[in-house]
Antibody, heavy 118, light 107 residues
């Protein structure tokens, strides 16, 4: 059974960076991509960026471009997203999800709460 | 970026009823449309992909239809477990995008 386990909650100061990890088990890493999605308190889902085997590099939503970096480490079956220059508007739950292209986001990680506050 | 618009924002229905949720894309996404269910404090769960294919373990009373720019999610004979928020998601074009969600609440 495929499972994605994310790192724990984080509290960050404005202007700093946060790095969230997403470790996959029960699946062969590298045969699929990942998407990162966030959800601000009481709000909907926002796609931030992702990887896919057909792309050489990650793709980012315009809003996240320049601040978001998505990486993967096949040796540890782990994907990462790092968001820099944080503001209070980045306070949200961040999710990773497997993206097989023809079958989209499934499963999802449990989510990581990131709070940006001074 | 493709904008996804869901309607209505909230739907109040009684258990046992049939309900239809709508999702519209600002441009054609072919059949590259998925639906997710999300309950409070949980991650979204994939229900439907390719507009009409049920994900593993999803019951037959949940169905999706549409192509191009107009899509619907239908749940027949609503059960207590169905009251949640539902999101549509286009994965035809990158960046991918979600609708704002429809909340299904008990009347």
């Amino acid at each position: 059974q495929v499972r994605l386990v994310q790192s724990g909650a984080a509290v960050k100061e404005p202007g700093s960076s946060v790095k969230v990890s997403c470790r996959a088990s029960g699946v062969t890493f590298g045969t699929f991509g990942f998407s990162w999605v966030r959800q601000a308190p009481g709000q909907g889902l926002e796609w931030l960026g992702g990887t896919a085997p057909i792309f050489e590099t990650p793709r980012y939503a315009q809003k996240a471009q320049g601040r978001l970096t998505i990486t993967t480490d096949e040796s540890t079956n782990t994907a990462y997203m790092e968001l820099s220059r944080l503001t209070s508007a980045d306070t949200a739950v961040y999710f990773c999800a497997r993206d097989r292209g023809t079958i989209p986001l499934d499963p999802w990680g449990q989510g990581t709460l990131v709070i940006v506050s001074s | 970026e493709i904008v996804m618009t869901q309607s209505p924002a909230t739907l109040s229905v009684s258990p046992g009823e049939r309900v239809t949720l709508s999702c519209r894309a600002s441009q054609s996404v072919s059949s590259n449309l998925a639906w997710y269910q999300q309950k409070p404090g949980q991650a979204p769960r994939l229900l439907i992909y390719d507009a009409s294919t049920r994900a593993t373990g999803i019951p037959a009373r949940v169905s999706g239809s549409g192509s191009g720019t107009e899509f619907t999610l239908t749940i027949s004979s609503l059960q207590s477990d169905d009251f949640a928020v539902y999101f549509c998601h286009q994965y035809s074009n990158w960046p991918q995008s979600f609708g704002q969600g429809t909340r299904l609440e008990i009347k």
